[in-house]
């Protein structure tokens, strides 16, 4: 099967009844949750700290509810209304927001404790139209991304990257946006397990000062 | 969306960089919605409020409640709190608008959801 960002725009492919099926899929939703989990895990909050997270691409709300359930008070974005409305259908708990990651956002300067996001980030790096660049379109993301962070704070991504070329295109963009990281893969020997998550890490809080 | 994410909202098209912050609500319609007290979250957003701007955006909205300033005590005042609590994370902004105080862009809120979209040019 094709890779669903070959096929058309994220708003497209997770239409109306995709972002049903999606959502109403308990194999898929196991997994998102699990990758969710994960990415929290990575996120290394000291126990117990209830955050203000960031959900990249929040889709129908699957990893907002295991931020909520770790305490923590979400805020998600997605590009694709049909996905949104089931979120609200679902009654997420976190804010919705319609969103374009590429196009930036819009919080202010240490607003969020972490960020994590699930099976998005690969969508970056498509030209869907012939205004879209995908080394702007990143470049626009991490560095918005990286401003609305707070010192320290770490932004987790599970990504399905097709090559070597666009972890690089990814990480080069993010580097430059003044994150420093890496790729931890999770069952690399694994075709079907296979894992892959990015860290980034928004400067460092220097002897438990936040620096902005 | 809840006043606490709005008061962490700024303005993002392309060159409007100054004077962007709060987006003025215009024609909103408010609900009340109850949700756990969490003190701890609460006592680590102190820092990242705005107050000045809530308050401000409070009493447009007709939100009377907050002291016009933050207590000092306030991450152990209880009472400052659980107004806090109410006002922040239980009042949501239904729909309505919000608009830039500097460029005029306008974002729409529908179903809770702020359409926080741009067109090419302000990219
Ligand atoms: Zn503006």
Redesign the interface.
């Known amino acids: 099967m094709s890779r669903p960002e070959h096929q058309a725009p994220p708003e497209i492919v997770y239409g109306g009844d995709e972002a049903a099926k999606y959502t109403g899929n308990s194999r898929i939703a196991a997994i998102q949750a699990e990758m969710a989990a994960r990415a929290v895990e990575l996120l290394n909050l000291p126990e117990g700290y209830p955050g203000y997270i960031l959900d990249v691409g929040c889709g129908s709300g699957l990893s907002g509810e295991v931020l909520e359930e770790e305490g923590h008070v979400w805020v998600g974005f997605d590009i694709a209304p049909a996905m949104l409305e089931v979120a609200l259908e679902q009654e997420a708990t976190g804010d919705l927001f319609l969103q374009d990651a590429g196009q930036g956002m819009a919080f202010r300067p240490g607003t969020f404790d972490g960020c994590i996001s699930i099976s998005v980030l690969q969508w970056l790096c498509n030209a869907d139209k012939t205004s879209h660049h995908p080394k702007a379109r990143l470049t626009r993301f991490f560095s918005t991304l990286y401003s609305s962070l707070r010192r320290g704070a770490r932004a987790i991504f599970q990504f399905y990257p097709e090559n070597d070329d666009q972890v690089q295109l990814i990480m080069g963009c993010a580097v430059r946006c003044g994150f420093e990281g890496g790729l931890v893969v999770d069952y690399p020997n694994s075709k079907k397990a296979k894992k892959f998550y990015l860290c980034l890490f928004a400067g460092q809080e220097v002897n438990g000062v936040k620096q902005q | ?2 006043l ?2 709005h008061n ?5 098209v392309k060159g409007c960089n100054a004077n962007n ?1 709060p987006l003025e609500l215009q024609e909103v319609v408010l609900e009340q919605e109850e949700a756990e007290l ?1 003190e ?2 609460l006592r ?2 102190l820092g ?1 409020i ?1 107050y000045e701007a809530l308050v401000a955006t409070c009493l447009k909205l007709d939100i009377n409640d907050l002291p016009a300033a933050m207590p000092a005590d306030a991450a152990y005042n209880d009472e400052f709190l659980q107004i806090l609590h109410r006002v922040i ?1 239980e009042t949501h902004i239904k729909s309505g608008k919000m608009v830039c105080p500097n460029c005029q862009h306008i974002y729409a809120i529908r ?8 067109a ?1 040019h302000e ?1």
């Open positions: 969306m809840r606490i994410t962490m909202l700024q303005c993002h912050f969490n701890d979250f680590n957003m990242k705005e994370l179903d809770g959801i702020p359409n926080m979209l741009l090419e990219v």
